[in-house]
């Protein structure tokens, strides 16, 4: 049966994301609109690969540091290397990890890839970043996630896509309300405060074309998000500047344009 959901002429975030990092799971509309926003912003595919490396780096924090054994990843995308399952139970195979992502083409491919040691548990979820209350009722999360312990709950490279000045604080805390003490909030955002105000019009202008669907966000808006959170060093920084590593490729922060945070609920 087809999904009416699944509409190959509408690009999609995670399609589009695909195609920037060099994957094939992705269909004419999400490289024309990849292909609109990179003319805009040309360092936008070394800005995608370096939001995974926040991804991988503060996974293994969480994991070999905090002692953190559960994830919700939500905005999760398509299978790509280091996704997080494969991180956290590289260090602690008994971590569980739950992948939420609102395309179905992500669901397959999940579902066939997103593979878990035997000591773990993964599991994926069809559903909306912007229906909060879903989410936490959904049958997979109470079968993988016990939520009385910590949970790092993942929002990297999905909360700009939810528009409207003020929109996106609510929905985190919403997620964040049932999580124990001691959980984590992960996020990276896409911003136009490293931008000049010619290539700040320029994205205004795609989104009002129909050709961009990123809602770009200010650090003060960011750091509106994170209140109410202890947040660990180094604060919130560029995505290349957050606990770079060996394997950290250097990004100015006018090519990454994003901001990555940590932080602890108290």
Not at 68 to 92: K, M, S, W, Y
Request: charged letters at 20%; hydrophobic letters at 45%; a negative charge.
């Amino acid at each position: 049966m087809t999904n009416p959901d699944f509409d190959t002429m509408v690009a999609h975030p995670a399609r589009r994301y695909d195609y920037w990092l060099g994957g094939k799971d992705n269909f004419a509309a999400d490289r024309a609109s990849g292909d609109a926003i990179e003319r805009a912003f040309p360092g936008v595919r070394d800005a995608a690969l370096a939001n995974r490396g926040v991804l991988r780096r503060a996974v293994h924090h969480l994991t070999a540091a905090e002692g953190v054994r559960q994830f919700l990843d939500i905005g999760t995308g398509l299978p790509t290397a280091n996704n997080t399952h494969e991180v956290a139970q590289a260090v602690a195979p008994e971590s569980r990890i739950v992948y939420v992502d609102n395309d179905p083409l992500v669901l397959s491919h999940a579902r066939a890839l997103l593979t878990t040691e035997p000591e773990g548990a993964t599991a994926y979820l069809e559903a909306d970043l912007r229906d909060p209350a879903d989410i936490l009722a959904h049958p997979a999360v109470a079968r993988t996630l016990n939520l009385a312990e910590p949970v790092a709950l993942m929002l990297v490279a999905v909360l700009h896509f939810i528009p409207g000045r003020g929109a996106a604080a609510p929905l985190v805390r919403r997620l964040l309300e049932p999580l124990a003490p001691g959980s984590f909030l992960v996020l990276t955002h896409a911003t136009t405060d490293f931008m000049s105000p010619a290539e700040a019009q320029a994205a205004l202008a795609l989104v009002e074309q129909g050709k961009s669907d990123f809602w770009l966000r200010g650090r003060d808006e960011i750091a509106d998000i994170f209140d109410g959170l202890q947040l660990i060093p180094p604060g919130i920084v560029p995505n290349s500047e957050w606990r770079p590593d060996a394997d950290t490729r250097p990004l100015s922060p006018q090519v990454a344009n994003c901001w990555a945070g940590v932080a602890r609920k108290p």
